[in-house]
Nanobody, 128 residues
């Protein structure tokens, strides 16, 4: 049984940083495409960043490029999202997710049927 547990959210001032972690069990983080998503109040969940299992390529939505960095630590079986230069519009609940086992490109759009396992979410609030 696959389980994903996020941590690292909190309240931060604009311009600050946070690192989100997602500890996985039941699969290894390099055996499937992995991604981070977020959902703000009244808005649809959106893809933020992902890593393909086919080639390790990383992808970012335009609004976070240059500010966020996705990574994974195979030894710890954990994925991370380093968030720098945070803005109030980054406020949301952040979720990690994994796709099907195997070599696949990850998706940030049209992903609703692709990611199979989700964490419970962690709140990130950017405010002064």
């Amino acid at each position: 049984q696959v389980q994903l547990v996020e941590s690292g959210g909190g309240l931060v001032q604009p311009g600050g940083s946070l690192r989100l972690s997602c500890a996985a069990s039941g699969l290894t983080v390099d055996s499937a495409p992995i991604g981070w998503f977020r959902q703000a109040p009244g808005r649809e969940r959106e893809g933020v960043s992902c890593i393909s299992s086919s080639d390790g390529q990383t992808y970012y939505t335009d609004s976070v490029k240059g500010r966020f960095t996705i990574s994974r630590d195979n030894a710890k079986n954990t994925m991370y999202l380093q968030m720098d230069s945070l803005k109030p519009e980054d406020t949301a609940v952040y979720y990690c997710a994994t796709g099907p086992r195997g070599n696949y490109h990850c998706l940030l759009n049209n992903w609703s049927r692709f990611y199979e396992h989700w964490g419970q979410g962690t709140q990130v609030t950017v405010s002064s």
